[in-house]
Structure formats: structure tokens, C-alpha cells
Antibody, heavy 124, light 108 residues
């Protein structure tokens, strides 16, 4: 069975740092682009970062660029999000998700596997 | 950047009724890259529809998607109690992914 499990969330003061992890099982982790998506309390979904299967292509939303760093360890089936200079507005549930996009047919199958989320609270 | 606008913000229906949710793109996009998700309180989103009209694995056939260009629709025929949730559309982008703001389907 396919599983993504996030960890590392918690309470942190403004300006602080936190490292989130996402452990994958039941999937060929190294073959897929992975995403981080967050959801602030009572708000919608916000894409924040993408990392290609080989880590060669990385993107960030403007809201986190320069403060967050995404990485992965394919040997350990793990995805990471290093968050620094945290702000109140970074308070959210953070999800990792697998993206399935067929580059040959240009067909997007979507974010078809999601973790359960980990909560980050930035507050003094 | 392509913006996705969903309407209505909230849809109030009774079980058994038909739900029609709209997702409008700020510019024309391929239907190949438009997907829909369902999210229930306290849960992660679940993929419903890909390619604008193809149901994901295990999705009941009362869910259907349609549309092209800038206008896309998610339809739920005969809404079941477990369908009351928030629905998001999303489009694929090579450098970013865009979500709509969501439509909340609530019990009337």
C-alpha cells in the first residue's frame, strides 16, 4: 500500500527554523516529482515547492522563496523541507504529495498520493 | 501566471440533488492538465478527476468532469451525505501549480 508520512511539525517562534520530513513507502519514490502543499487554518490549498525525481529541477512559490529549501534522499525514500525565517503567516498544515505527470503525452494525472499532513505553528 | 477562479464559494444542497461546480481559468489551458480534488475536514485532499473528465481510481461514477479552454465543471449526480466537503480545481504548471480557492458543498 502506498503511504506518505510527514513529520517534524511543531510550535516555533517567529524567525525560527524547522525541518519537515516526508517518508514514502509502497511507491517507486525515485521516479516521481514530489510537492509540498500547505493549508493555513480555514484557508485553501497553496502549492509551495516542487522537486523533480533527480533533484535537478526545483521550484518555490514566491511566498517561501529564499526562506525554504526542499531536498530529497531517494536512497531513503524521503523528502524534506527546511524552513527558516519563519513568519506568522507560515502557520499551516504542510502536506507532501506525489505528482504524476506524463512528459511524453503532456498529461497530468494530478497529485495522486498525499500524506496526512504535519502542523506548523509560528507564534511567540 | 494562470489564475483559477471557482464558483460558487459555497453551494448548499440536499442529499440526492445535483451539484454543479465551476472552475474558470484566466487563460485557455489544455484539458489534459486540469484536475479536481475533494477535501473533508481534518483530511488530506483526495484526487477525484484528472484530464478534466477522467475519474481517478476508486471514484464513484456519480462524479463527472467536463469542460475545455477556460471553463471546467465538476458535477456530482445525486449528492450523497459523504460528498459534503470542499472541492478544489488545480492546473499543472512546469514551474508552479495553481489551485482554485475552493467550493464548499454544504448540507442545506
Amino acid at each position: 500500500e502506498v503511504h506518505l508520512v510527514e513529520s517534524g511539525g511543531g510550535l516555533v517562534q517567529p524567525g525560527g527554523s524547522l525541518r519537515l520530513s516526508c517518508a514514502a513507502s509502497g511507491i517507486i519514490f525515485s521516479s516521481y516529482t514530489m510537492k509540498w502543499v500547505r493549508q493555513a487554518p480555514g484557508k485553501g490549498l497553496e502549492w509551495i515547492s516542487s522537486i523533480s525525481s533527480s533533484s535537478s529541477i526545483i521550484y518555490y512559490a514566491d511566498s517561501v522563496k529564499g526562506r525554504f529549501t526542499v531536498s530529497r534522499d531517494n536512497a531513503k525514500n524521503s523528502l524534506f523541507l527546511q524552513m527558516s525565517s519563519l513568519r506568522d503567516e507560515d502557520t499551516a498544515v504542510y502536506y507532501c504529495a506525489r505528482e504524476f505527470y506524463d512528459f511524453e503525452s503532456h498529461y497530468y494525472y494530478g497529485l495522486d498520493v498525499w500524506g496526512q499532513g504535519t502542523t506548523v505553528t509560528v507564534s511567540s | 501566471e494562470i489564475v483559477l477562479t471557482q464558483s460558487p464559494g459555497t453551494l448548499s444542497l440536499s442529499p440526492g440533488e445535483r451539484a454543479t461546480l465551476s472552475c474558470r481559468a484566466s487563460q485557455s489551458i489544455s484539458s489534459n492538465i486540469l484536475v479536481w480534488y475533494q477535501q473533508k475536514p481534518g483530511q488530506a485532499p483526495r484526487l477525484l478527476i484528472h484530464g478534466a473528465s477522467s475519474r481517478a481510481n476508486g471514484i464513484p461514477d456519480r462524479f463527472s468532469g467536463s469542460g475545455s479552454g477556460t471553463d471546467f465543471t465538476l458535477t456530482i449526480n445525486r449528492v450523497e451525505p459523504e460528498d459534503f466537503a470542499v472541492y478544489y480545481c488545480q492546473q499543472y504548471g512546469s514551474s508552479r501549480n495553481t489551485f482554485g480557492q475552493g467550493t464548499k458543498l454544504e448540507i442545506k
